[in-house]
């Protein structure tokens, strides 16, 4: 028996923060900083300085400045031999953790044993300066500096500003913060907080039609030819033409996905198959795709005639024969009209065109504040105890946003605050929460998945703030683990509601999915290599959005077989059928007079509308509106969020967990494998049965009219005839009311056998008695 884990939390919770939109009165923040809590920082910008005297015996200095406020210490770059260095870098000290009354500004010499103090300032905290956005920014001063005694030294000054402020500050983003005080220079680039955009991508259509004067080096066969296509890491191929002569055609498609700007062209080869592992190419084009036309709609684009360039061997070096060259005919465009799709359509956060001249205006503005995160695991060990430092991803149609990283805390308070337009209701919002693997300049390291969770804008209500604590689950193999909690808030403005209700008569995809659709193969396999684009371009951003975030964002391994998640998705079908069984029940209820005053409302109610059928339309609608307006009253007034129950994570057998995070192909032991495949295969088995079953039934009617059983289709006829002439002499209204009598009769009148046309059902042929 397995045993079950101890129950955890995993649900959603309503919390408070102190925010300005949830306050009466708000508070300075509230224009356009009002999901987040407000967090005061002691911000110092060390810009330049100038006319530093010389202490080294070469008389040059190496300069630096040290900014010391209690026991937190920032410190710039330094430069060689250099006496008026421009640093223009900025400290920002939490309020919270200031225990000093005054800020101390150090400009040092850099030795190799001991750094010389070059000069001097301090700050009392109570003079300094508060600035709020969108303040200008505080003009940075002049200062001269001073000795250790407190008097002026003959030259030297420093240009800094000095303020106190809030997130919401310009400067916080590239701010060094007083709380990453142990990360080094080469990581610091690795905490701060950015905002990506995802690349613009487009489907590269090529349609290869013919080509001409192909010249292969056999002339003794016919030529067995195919088109070759790439674009990048893709590589496609056509079928082997028909037409087996020197001419050859193949009316294929070859459909690409390129992100914008265009790094690598189409290479198109024309190759002769020689035998199974040997092709013989014959040509080569190479077509830049920033040269090739864009097209918005489904008219097809100008076709055209490429040269193919052939190299030949000559005196053992590859050159190009340029006595002639075969031609290939090619219709080639930019798809614009379709949605590249990098994410699954059951939870896509954009949907627009390509093209910008076919997207739509906005409907409205999401905006989420990252508050902050509480209970974290340790997720890796630091100096003999466990450590997280914790950094939040959003994604929600182009843009990507990622917090700055918050050092060794399980309880990271971030309070940054995003926005994103938005363009259709029915999309969703991606947040993620990661360790940072690489705060000490290490490339090797990976940073670890937390947990994520997801918003579908469609649930929630317009202008009004959603402030959550979302359970951030992971999947392991010992099970699924609460890894914390993350708290956000959320809030959808609509700035037009009609345009906003007009958006769901609309198609969910761009028209083009509709004229011209592509195969269910070919959108899989387009989205692999959209999600390995999108991972790729942002991995090259600085600080770069590492690849196993992009994937794990993304849902890259979504398709992967789990037997977990075919468990959940075949108990929520029978969720769906749950309510079709209940009303089953009920009626059967009814048939068999269990409550004896419903049954005899059902008949009056019955025959009402058998004698007044024009009711029955109304009363259907009727009886929707009111379990709408029923319903109204127990309505979710939460987002949704990850669920176990539904997710089968909370019951799920070892076994199927360590197949689930098998790779692939397997790296398992060959009994392991034996087993699952066994496994697998009884599983099969059932399910084939009932594809059976169901085969069954179909041809058991499609034998009612096909001679199969004469003696069946004979009667069946008989029993057709009979019942036109009846129905064409009897009114519909008294045949509709027999019916409905007679199936609503009293058990007194009912036998435990099966009805007379079951039986004859049953009886009918199918074709399972011919089959192997």
């Not at 265009?262 to 013989?280: A, C, T």
């Not at 604590?469 to 809030?491: I, Q, T």
């Not at 958006?503 to 387009?526: A, E, N, R, T």
Request: charged share 25%; glycine share 6%.
């Amino acid at each position: 028996m397995q045993k079950l884990p101890p129950s955890v939390d995993f649900a959603l919770k309503e919390t408070s923060p102190n925010i300005g939109a949830g306050s009466a009165m708000g508070n300075k923040l509230s224009c356009t900083y009002d999901l987040v809590e407000q967090m005061q920082y002691l911000y110092v910008r060390v810009v330049k300085a100038r006319d530093l005297p010389p202490k080294d015996v070469t008389g040059s200095c190496d300069p630096y400045v040290e900014v010391k406020l209690g026991n937190y210490k920032g410190v710039t770059r330094h430069f060689e031999k250099k006496s008026n260095p421009e640093w223009n870098q900025v400290f920002a000290f939490s309020k919270d953790r200031i225990q000093a009354s005054a800020l101390e500004v150090f400009v040092k010499d850099k030795d190799v044993v001991l750094d010389d103090l070059i000069g001097w300032m301090m700050f009392d905290l109570n003079e300094v300066p508060k600035r709020v956005p969108p303040d200008s920014p505080l003009a940075p001063q002049w200062y001269r500096l001073e000795d250790r005694k407190g008097g002026k030294i003959k030259a030297g000054e420093l240009m800094l500003a000095v303020w106190m402020g809030t997130q919401a500050d310009e400067a916080f983003p590239d701010a060094w913060h007083s709380d990453a005080a142990s990360v080094g220079p080469d990581g610091v680039n690795n905490i701060r907080s950015k905002v990506y955009l995802s690349p613009k991508l487009w489907y590269v259509r090529v349609n290869v039609i013919e080509a001409q004067d192909l010249v292969p080096n056999d002339k003794s066969r016919f030529p067995e030819v195919f088109v070759k296509g790439t674009v990048g890491n893709q590589a496609l191929r056509t079928r082997i033409s028909q037409i087996k002569t020197i001419n050859p055609m193949w009316n294929d498609d070859l459909i690409f996905v390129a992100a914008e700007p265009f790094e690598e062209p189409l290479i198109l080869s024309v190759e002769d198959r020689l035998g199974p592992n040997k092709d013989e190419v014959l040509g080569k084009c190479m077509i830049p795709l920033q040269l090739v036309q864009r097209r918005l709609d489904h008219k097809p684009v100008n076709t055209r005639w490429f040269n193919l360039e052939k190299h030949v061997v000559l005196d053992g070096e590859l050159k190009k024969d340029t006595k002639f060259a075969s031609k290939i005919h090619l219709r080639i465009c930019l798809d614009g009209g379709y949605h590249v799709l990098d994410e699954s359509t059951h939870y896509s956060s954009d949907l627009r065109p390509t093209a910008k001249q076919l997207w739509r205006p906005s409907i409205g503005i999401l905006e989420v504040g990252v508050l902050s995160a509480g209970g974290l695991m340790p997720m890796k060990t630091k100096d003999g105890r466990g450590t997280t430092d914790a950094y939040c991803v959003a994604k929600y149609g182009q843009k990507w946003v990622r917090t700055r990283t918050i050092v060794d805390s399980f309880t990271p308070r971030w309070n940054e605050q995003y926005t994103w337009e938005v363009f259709d209701p029915c999309t969703v919002i991606t947040v993620g929460v990661f360790d940072n693997g690489h705060l000490h300049g290490g490339g090797g390291g990976k940073d670890s998945r937390i947990g994520k969770m997801r918003i579908r804008l469609s649930t929630l209500e317009t202008n009004r703030v959603y402030t959550h604590s979302y359970p951030l689950l992971a999947l392991h193999p010992s099970g699924v683990k609460k890894m914390g909690e993350l708290h956000l808030a959320v809030r959808f403005t609509c700035s037009s509601l009609v345009n906003m209700l007009h958006m769901y008569s609309h198609p969910l995809l761009p028209k083009m999915h509709y004229i011209q659709p592509l195969s269910v193969m070919q959108l899989d396999s387009l989205r692999h290599q959209a999600m390995q684009i999108v991972s790729m371009r942002l991995s090259r951003a600085e600080p770069p959005l590492r690849k196993e975030v992009v994937e794990y964002m993304l849902d890259v391994d979504l398709h992967k077989w789990s037997m977990r998640r075919s468990k959940a998705n075949f108990f929520r079908i029978m969720g769906v059928l749950s309510v079709l069984i209940a009303v089953g029940k009920w009626f059967d209820q009814i048939c068999n007079w269990k409550n004896p005053l419903t049954t005899i409302l059902i008949h009056i109610l019955f025959i009402i509308l058998v004698l007044y059928p024009e009711l029955i339309l109304p009363t259907v609608f009727l009886y929707l509106f009111v379990i709408g307006l029923w319903n109204f009253r127990w309505r979710p007034r939460h987002p949704p969020h990850m669920d176990t129950r539904l997710s089968h994570a909370d019951a799920a057998h070892p076994d199927e967990l360590d197949e689930e995070f098998d790779t692939f192909p397997t790296s398992r032991p060959s009994d392991i494998v034996r087993m699952r495949y066994d496994r697998l295969r009884s599983i099969a088995g059932r399910v084939q049965t009932v594809v059976g079953d169901l085969a069954t039934q179909g041809e058991r009617f499609q034998s009612l009219l096909s001679w199969r059983d004469p003696r069946a289709t004979t009667l069946f006829v008989t029993f057709c005839l009979i019942a036109a002439i009846v129905l064409y002499v009897t009114p519909f209204q008294v045949v509709g009311l027999l019916v409905g009598i007679y199936v609503l009769r009293h058990p007194r009148f009912r036998h435990k056998l099966p009805s007379v046309p079951l039986n004859f059902f049953r009886r009918l042929p199918a074709r399972s008695d011919s089959m192997l």
